[in-house]
């Protein structure tokens, strides 16, 4: 069960890691040219989306766990 509740919490730290650093990213983009929703939209779509979904998939993870034990 504690695999499984670690797999789940290491997939929410990815999902945190990839959020911060499109963040980052698109803060720096902005920052040229003063507009950060157009560099969040041209930068942070696909890591974004992957970052919902890993998210997503910890937190189900980490519940099917707690369910099962």
């Not at 670690?6 to 999902?15: A, I, T």
């Not at 890993?54 to 369910?67: D, E, H, Q, R, S």
Request: proline share 1%; net charge positive.
């Amino acid at each position: 069960m504690m695999e499984k509740i670690d797999f789940g919490v290491k997939l929410l730290l990815v999902s945190a890691i990839i959020y911060g650093s499109a963040l980052i990213a698109s803060a720096i983009y902005a920052a040229e040219f003063h507009n950060f929703s157009m560099a969040l939209k041209e930068i942070g779509t696909i890591p974004l989306t992957i970052a919902c979904v890993t998210a997503l998939a910890g937190i189900y993870v980490i519940i099917y766990a707690i369910k099962k034990s």
